[in-house]
């Protein structure tokens, strides 16, 4: 099983810190966000994985080859960001052969068990799989009464849609967690735009009848490092003994 690691962003929330460094080379505690998740998936059985870059490319191609443990194959987004959509359409050459693929955003720091959704996955057929919990959120997935995904509500824009076409309500918001387990049957299924959201993507394919399933983690730890107050919470993580450094 194969795994892609999203590092392509500028990092805009997370200035000054990321001004000169990749957010993939943020540190928390002794280790950067980039061995965190490397070493994650690794726990959780996965070794063959890429990483996408963008901004500041050459630092973390430079910090890779400083690590050889780090064993990492580079896709490269050069005229400019895909998306995540896009980025995973970019990466197929890399991971239409692997059955399913793991998408995972590199600031994301997590204990959640990988192999519980995985199995989850597998046993469902699922097109997609996203991982979730419970939070509030500023742009939450809809899930119904039985756990389907049914929508998706951007608050910010005050843009709520809900495509499932049989649910069962009431309706309630989860958090997406910053990783997807995804069957590679969805290459065939993606637009012909290099540039495109992936949140899109899905919503098209379940108003279709594809399978886009979400598993549920709330006991699991979970932190993203997407802005500075983020990062300061992660630091504290760590020091109050939640983050294994």
């Given amino acids: 099983?194969?795994?892609l690691i999203l590092a392509a962003g500028l990092g805009t929330r997370l200035r000054p810190l990321t001004e000169k460094n990749p957010k993939a080379l943020i540190k928390v505690g002794s280790l950067t966000l980039l061995e965190r998740a490397v070493f994650y998936l690794q726990k959780n059985g996965i070794e063959d994985m890429a990483i996408n870059v963008h901004y500041?490319?050459?630092q973390i191609v430079g910090?890779?080859?400083k690590n050889p443990q780090l064993n990492i194959k580079f896709i490269f987004e050069e005229k400019e960001i895909l998306e995540t959509?896009?980025?995973?359409k970019n990466a197929e050459s890399f991971l239409k052969d692997s059955e399913p693929f793991v998408v995972f955003n590199v600031d994301v720091l997590t204990n959640a068990n990988l192999n519980l959704a995985l199995a989850f996955h597998k046993k469902n057929q699922a097109l997609a799989?996203?991982?979730v919990n419970n939070r509030n959120t500023a742009r939450p997935f809809l899930v119904d009464a039985s756990g389907n995904l049914a929508?998706?509500?951007d608050k910010k824009n005050n843009l709520k849609r809900i495509v499932l076409k049989k649910y069962q309500t009431p309706l309630r918001e989860v958090g997406f967690m910053g990783i997807h387990i995804i069957s590679p049957k969805i290459f065939e299924l993606m637009p012909e735009d290099n540039c495109f959201s992936v949140v899109d993507l899905y919503l098209g394919l379940l108003a279709k009848g594809y399978l886009i399933n979400v598993f549920e983690f709330n006991k699991a730890y979970w932190q993203d490092v997407g802005t500075v107050e983020r990062w300061q919470q992660a630091e504290n993580?760590?020091?109050n003994g939640l983050i294994l450094n």
């Fill in 1 to 3: 099983m194969k795994a």
């Fill in 56 to 58: 500041l490319a050459p």
């Fill in 63 to 65: 910090f890779i080859a």
């Fill in 85 to 88: 959509g896009g980025a995973i």
């Fill in 129 to 131: 799989t996203l991982l």
């Fill in 151 to 153: 929508g998706h509500f």
């Fill in 237 to 239: 993580d760590l020091k």
